[in-house]
């Protein structure tokens, strides 16, 4: 009888003398050998110049031995789930524009670490478990029509690239930023399909938020942030565009825009109105008098750290998202309430129309509030710059439909600033770059996704499912804030939302709490309106 050791050691331990196997053997260790030398010259000429191609050849050599291994199904979830909830926190609360700059090594983000860190861990987990692919497949899957829109998207970056100008760069750029999208996206898709992750992240982000948010006080009242006079050697960054991040930004009419822990102040409305939407849905579904109170006074500060940001972005972004996040609340309560004489939904509806035209008013009867949100004479010019652009977009768009590269867009449409070509929407970036049907791919993901998140919050399933209707909020102000601002910073943000909602709505599915659409419109029909008592 076979004991246990001859049964499994002999494919590993078994001598192989055929010719085959020696020569393969001589030809991998000649081949590694010989990389080793070229690696070492290219290094020491060139510096850390040559890194990256280096560390994309081992990465793909690492990549190929990880996906041989067997499947021992580990559970990394535990630690997969610390360094996920500390990069949306240092997403929040690190200098976008400080890194590790250390002699004759590349300069890194901390973000950037715990992102290289969070890769390992999910490439352990995914290459030795089955459960753990079939988990991200059939969470794609449940969104399938969202998904074909985004793989088209990623087919037209590529593919563009052989349009493009400066094709070195555009392969750089691609890939560098469809792992900082994709790995977030899809290490959510695995972690998020525990119930208690969306609660704890949001539970544990919310101090640097806050700590973000008060800093700002202080930002304002000295016009730069505070740590920008104590910035140790180590962390400076040498180069144009750090000068650009450390200037101050003034408006027009001389009033300070902050800019928190982002280089420049539209960023940082983006961002601000990426979490309104979860600050408002916390005060909106506070279970008691003293936690209703702590959030309503966090959306206070939250607010007002708006109108210390003092841009047209977040001012007028703001009172959609507001909009949006309240006609959601006052739909699900209404379909939830169990009273005929219960006005919380109906009253709550109402208070948007009445808000439009209190705002409506304000505006006509205000110059300044008319500046801050429309805008007036004094930003015409910058409005033209805009209209400028998308002329040019759209006559590009002509000119090649299907993309024109990834970086063309900066020279057909953009405006030069400091040997830097600048665009004022990132929506033109995509247009331009990848054309009418790879924009179009990643319009339909996000909408279809925002909208599928909207139906999990009408159906109250449970906490987790609950942030799902922020987060639709939060997905639609981004796709709006795009229409002025060109920056992908925010974009791990986005997709972190979008796999919030892709696994929140598979864990629905798999346990039976999942509606259809034309359920919750069913119930919507069939219910019954409420009468005041």
């Not at 695995?190 to 101090?207: C, S």
Request: charged share 15%.
């Amino acid at each position: 009888m076979l004991s246990q050791r001859d049964r499994i050691l002999p494919p590993y331990t078994r001598k192989v003398t055929d010719l085959r196997h020696r020569l393969l053997k001589a030809a991998v260790i000649t081949a590694t050998l010989v990389f080793a030398v070229i690696m070492g010259f290219w290094v020491a000429l060139f510096s850390t110049l040559v890194v990256p191609m280096f560390a994309a050849v081992i990465g793909v050599l690492l990549l190929t031995a990880m996906w041989m291994a067997d499947d021992l199904e580990p559970d990394l979830s535990r630690i997969g789930a610390f360094l996920y909830i500390l990069l949306v926190a240092l997403l929040v609360a690190w200098p976008s524009y400080l890194a590790v700059d250390i002699p004759g090594l590349p300069w890194i983000t901390p973000t950037r670490i715990v992102l290289a860190l969070m890769a390992g861990v999910f490439l352990l987990q995914v290459s030795q478990s089955r459960i753990t692919r079939d988990l991200i497949r059939n969470a794609v899957v449940g969104l399938k029509p969202a998904y074909v829109g985004y793989a088209v998207f990623i087919f037209f970056m590529f593919a563009t690239i052989l349009l493009s100008k400066k094709s070195g760069d555009a392969v750089s750029f691609v890939v560098q930023q469809l792992i900082l999208w994709n790995l977030p996206l899809l290490v959510g898709l695995w972690l998020f399909n525990d119930e208690r992750l969306a609660p704890k992240m949001l539970a544990v982000v919310t101090v640097p938020l806050f700590v973000v948010m008060v800093l700002t006080f202080f930002e304002s009242r000295d016009h730069l942030p505070i740590w920008i006079p104590h910035i140790p050697s180590f962390l400076q960054v040498d180069g144009p565009q750090m000068q650009a991040f450390l200037s101050t930004q003034f408006r027009y009419d001389g009033t300070y825009r902050a800019r928190g822990t982002f280089g420049i102040h539209l960023y940082f409305s983006q961002f601000l109105l990426i979490a309104l939407p979860f600050v408002l849905h916390k005060a909106l579904d506070a279970t008691d008098t003293t936690r209703r109170g702590l959030a309503v006074a966090f959306l206070g500060l939250t607010i007002f750290t708006i109108l210390l940001n003092n841009t047209r972005t977040v001012m007028t972004g703001q009172l959609v998202v507001i909009a949006g996040m309240l006609g959601i609340f006052a739909l699900r309560h209404y379909l939830h309430s169990r009273s005929r004489i219960d006005m919380t939904g109906p009253l709550v509806a109402l208070s948007i129309p009445a808000g439009v035209v209190v705002m409506a008013v304000l505006i006509a009867s205000s110059n300044r509030l008319r500046n801050m949100t429309i805008g007036g004479k004094a930003n015409i010019g910058s409005d033209d710059v805009r209209s400028g652009q998308w002329e040019r977009a759209f006559s590009a768009l002509l000119s090649n439909p299907l993309g024109h590269g990834t970086g063309d867009s900066g020279p057909l449409t953009g405006r030069m600033a400091n040997g830097i070509w600048i665009v004022d929407s990132q929506w033109i970036n995509f247009l331009v770059d990848y054309g009418i049907i790879g924009a179009g791919g990643l319009i339909f993901f996000l909408a279809f996704v925002a909208i599928s998140g909207v139906l999990i919050y009408l159906q109250r399933a449970d906490r987790s499912a609950d942030l799902c209707g922020p987060a639709a909020v939060a997905i639609g102000s981004v796709m709006m804030t795009m229409i002025t601002i060109s920056f992908v910073g925010n974009l791990p943000l986005l997709m972190i939302l979008v796999a919030m909602i892709t696994a929140t709505r598979y864990r629905l599915a798999q346990a039976g709490k999942l509606a259809s659409a034309r359920d919750v419109l069913q119930r919507a029909i069939d219910k019954p309106m409420p009468l005041p008592a």
